[in-house]
């Protein structure tokens, strides 16, 4: 672990040593966005890396999601800060007795940016491409995954009235109604696909306060006002979501005023903002989870003992003091603390034992023998603020048990695509919560669906036909007890097989200049930038 602790301080030393040239770089207008607007007119937000692609339909990135969420909405929404749901381009809905049915009534005088009227045929638009395959925006290098994981009971949505959508399911589904808060119920404007076709997942058109106007890659993104908005406007004639890798220079722009908030800074980097009242630190806890996938496809790691004593071997504990400095806590299970299925007052599936963990490993010489490739990517995510120093606390923790271990570091897009091929032995990823649901984590993470090359969010690629039909069955109870133990039957079967280890919860952490108003965390994490202005000290 003295190893470890010298790396940590290393690196952190290290940036403080390149301070000085950074400052140079910044003072030196190095900058290739025009930042000539002042800022009540201009809101600049800076985070650690680039959104993917803006289709709200095949996206499953962070920074893609928060751009679309200033430019795109659905027909419900989670109200403000909460998991409580609440009509929005619908002004109601109901729901029928026997679980199928949901209809919706929408809002009379929504435009689309691109001047196409909010009505039930333009809004059946969104949902049909992603159902029916043969529609022509049914991308074919798209992966509709989202799709597939949370609305696979909906059977048909129709046009029963001008303005009336009705969705009918092949089975209940107790959180359907909490997917269609989620990014890939955004709507999108028909129109967008007529005029651009394909390229509509770089000129996203939606009904939001700010609408698409540039996208300069790796650099920003620009958005301006939707000057027609249905709702309260936006409090900024112009919003840039600005891409900058390095946490430090991230945090110097903030400081010199060229961003005006940010997110992705480690907690130790929090601290030199504690004092200063020029900016706001807005934290909570987060419903995510950072965890070590084992690939079912490495031979070498298949046998359910060797992936106990592996994760016996981690300290977990030392990750949230070292990496994270406190700001997160152990997770135990892989749903966030409280979810439904938690077992209560039981003792941990995975117990810190790294001399038991050394003695099951040592059954195994050949284990022994060749490094274990640990996979992990470079960009700071909600979860994993360093994945790199996550990454070294791991391979001291594994050489302590006597494993070999080589980190194999990418930048997070390659990270990703490697995952989702499950071309790795270990790999650490992670996941933040999209309806507040169970089923929204146990079935991405282990449900045989999930496990599909190029597209998975299991990418363990773990397959049980017990867990999935329990899966199955808890998405079609409405019954809290029933599904409470439901959940935990997942649970049980998940500690037995072991195809992932929980690592950590980490808090949502997002700093903004102390002038900014309005903003709010969600529980979700996603960012919404369409309530918030200018406010002079």
């Known amino acids: 672990m003295n190893t470890v602790l010298y790396l940590n301080a290393y690196l952190r030393c290290m940036s403080g040593f390149i301070i000085i040239f950074l400052q140079i770089f910044i003072l030196g207008g190095c900058s290739q966005i025009d930042e000539s607007v002042s800022p009540p007119n201009t809101f600049v937000f800076g985070r650690g890396s680039d959104a993917q692609k803006l289709d709200p339909a095949d996206i499953d990135d962070g920074e893609s999601v928060n751009t679309l969420a200033q430019i795109c909405e659905g027909l419900v929404r989670f109200k403000s800060g909460t998991l409580d749901i609440q009509p929005w381009l619908a002004r109601s809905y109901t729901i029928s007795k026997d679980g199928l049915t949901y209809t919706f009534e929408l809002r009379e005088g929504v435009r689309f940016h691109d001047g196409t009227p909010l009505n039930a045929e333009t809004a059946l638009f969104t949902f049909k491409r992603q159902l029916d395959n043969s529609h022509p925006a049914h991308f074919s290098k798209a992966s509709f995954q989202y799709w597939k994981n949370l609305f696979q009971e909906i059977k048909t949505v129709r046009a029963i009235g001008p303005m009336s959508l009705e969705f009918k399911l092949s089975e209940p589904n107790a959180s359907i109604l909490y997917s269609l808060a989620t990014f890939p119920a955004w709507l999108i404007s028909p129109m967008a696909f007529e005029s651009h076709g394909e390229a509509i997942v770089r000129r996203p058109i939606g009904t939001g306060p700010y609408r698409f106007l540039d996208w300069k890659p790796n650099q920003a993104i620009i958005l301006e006002k939707n000057q027609d908005y249905w709702g309260s406007e936006a409090g900024f004639e112009r919003l840039i979501m600005r891409t900058i890798p390095d946490n430090t220079l991230r945090l110097l722009e903030l400081k010199a005023g060229k961003i005006h908030a940010l997110d992705g800074l480690q907690p130790a980097e929090l601290t030199e903002l504690d004092d200063n009242r020029k900016f706001t630190i807005h934290t909570q806890p987060g419903m995510n989870i950072g965890y070590l996938a084992f690939s079912s496809y490495a031979k070498r790691l298949r046998s359910p003992a060797i992936r106990h004593a592996i994760a016996m071997a981690i300290d977990r504990k030392a990750i949230v003091d070292l990496a994270l400095d406190g700001f997160a806590k152990v997770a135990e299970y892989p749903i966030p603390p409280g979810f439904l299925g938690e077992p209560i007052n039981s003792r941990p599936p995975i117990i810190h034992d790294p001399e038991a963990a050394r003695k099951i490993l040592n059954k195994y010489p050949k284990l022994l023998e060749q490094p274990i490739e640990l996979h992990t ?29 080589e980190i194999i570091s990418r930048d997070f897009k390659s990270h990703l695509i490697t995952a989702r091929q499950g071309n790795f032995e270990l790999a650490l990823l992670g996941w933040s919560g999209d309806n507040g649901d169970p089923d929204n984590f146990l079935a991405t993470f282990f449900a045989s669906w999930a496990a599909v090359a190029g597209s998975a969010t299991n990418i363990s690629f773990y397959k049980n036909k017990d867990m999935d039909n329990l899966l199955i069955t808890g998405r079609q109870q409405t019954d809290l007890k029933q599904r409470q133990k439901t959940y935990r039957q997942a649970l049980m079967i998940w500690a037995r097989d072991l195809p992932l280890i929980p690592l950590i919860h980490t808090k949502q952490i997002v700093v903004t200049r102390s002038e900014v108003t309005g903003f709010q965390l969600q529980k979700t994490a996603n960012l919404f930038f369409g309530p918030i202005s200018w406010q002079s000290l």
């Open 377 to 405: 990517f470079t960009a700071p995510r909600p979860y994993f603020p360093d994945p790199l120093i996550i990454a070294s606390l791991i391979r001291s923790d594994l050489e302590n048990v006597n494993l070999k271990v």
